[in-house]
């Protein structure tokens, strides 16, 4: 790598870490190019240079913390013999990663997330492909194990995860009624109940 292209990812990494320190401060309203570039010590044109836009920032950014997520659900499943201690592994990753990663987690929960997610929700999956890949063939090995019941791969996904996203929501915005180590042990077995083969 030229030493162009390595000044060229710094500034990146520069502008993505200010731009997640200005949302967790600042919320979404306080997410501005000013506020940026001011955090980061990056200028303006070298902001649009490599984004072309704070929408480009934002999603760079969410995709970065989304990859990450990602990843670490990838290889917590990929770490299990059953699809029961999958289900288990999944619950404890992403909920760790919420407490590990707050800011992340907050922005990735976020309204801006839901709105970017719904306005470009193809490009997105696209994006982390290779990231769910892992995550589909280990949904499909335990259902045609008979593991897992025989229901379409967005569903099985939506079982497992939206309890999951709904605890971690209620936790970021501010709700404390639900611990995240007791959902560790609970969530795991209710989601089994709903995506276990017969």
Do not use: C
């Not at 060229?8 to 993505?16: K, P, Y």
């Not at 929700?121 to 045609?144: C, F, K, N, Y």
């Amino acid at each position: 790598m030229s030493p162009k292209q390595q000044r060229g990812e710094a500034t990146v990494e520069l502008l993505l870490d200010a731009a997640l320190r200005v949302y967790a401060e600042a919320g979404e309203q306080g997410l501005t190019v000013n506020a940026i570039t001011q955090a980061s010590g990056v200028s303006l044109g070298s902001l649009y240079h490599h984004f072309g836009s704070l929408n480009g920032l934002t999603d760079a950014l969410m995709n970065r913390w989304l990859g990450r997520m990602l990843g670490e659900l990838v290889t917590a499943v990929q770490g299990t013999r059953t699809a029961r201690t999958g289900i288990r592994a999944i619950v404890a990753a992403y909920l760790r990663f919420v407490q590990e990663h707050h800011d992340a987690a907050l922005l990735l929960h976020s309204p801006m997330a839901d709105r970017r997610g719904m306005a470009n929700g193809r490009e997105l999956r696209d994006a982390q492909e290779a990231r769910l890949s892992p995550m589909t063939a280990w949904i499909q090995l335990h259902v045609e194990s008979g593991e897992l019941a025989p229901l379409p791969l967005g569903l099985i996904e939506s079982l497992v995860m939206g309890p999951v996203i709904g605890v971690a929501r209620r936790r970021l915005s501010g709700i404390d009624d639900v611990d995240l180590d007791e959902a560790a042990r609970i969530l795991p077995e209710r989601i089994w109940r709903s995506v276990a083969g017969e």
